[in-house]
């Protein structure tokens, strides 16, 4: 069995968006967790402690923006990577997750490549 590339939590209440995701991001040799709300994805991000999350906005309990800002504030997961990846795409959206610390903000609809490619281009930077 080859070692997995890096541990990915994708977070969308959407199934079939989860489901795409994985499917593509463990083709390419990542490790995929997923979660479904804000609460699920916070327990998910202390004990499963992955490498990158990609994160939805809109999502039951809290929104993205509140798990990400919880994430970079958190001395233990402030160095996790995360991907916004939301149908919101007006400027003030760009402009809270920038506020949030994101690292980069993907907008829905996504040719599911494109994702794999930023996260490839996010652990290539990590080696390097």
Known sequence: ???SKGRILVVDDETGIRKILRMFLERDGYSVV????????MELVV????????????????TGFEV????????ETSSTTVIIF???????DFDEAKRVKCDF?????????????KVNEFFNKRVT
């Open 1 to 3: 069995m080859t070692e």
């Open 34 to 41: 997923e979660a479904v709300s804000a609460n699920q994805a």
């Open 105 to 117: 903000y993907m907008t829905k609809p996504q040719n599911p490549k494109d994702i794999v490619a």
């Open 47 to 62: 004990s499963e402690k992955p490498d990158l999350l990609i994160l939805d906005v809109v999502l039951c309990g809290q």
């Open 86 to 92: 939301s149908a919101l795409n007006q400027q003030h």
């Open 68 to 75: 990400c800002e919880w994430i970079k504030n958190n001395s």
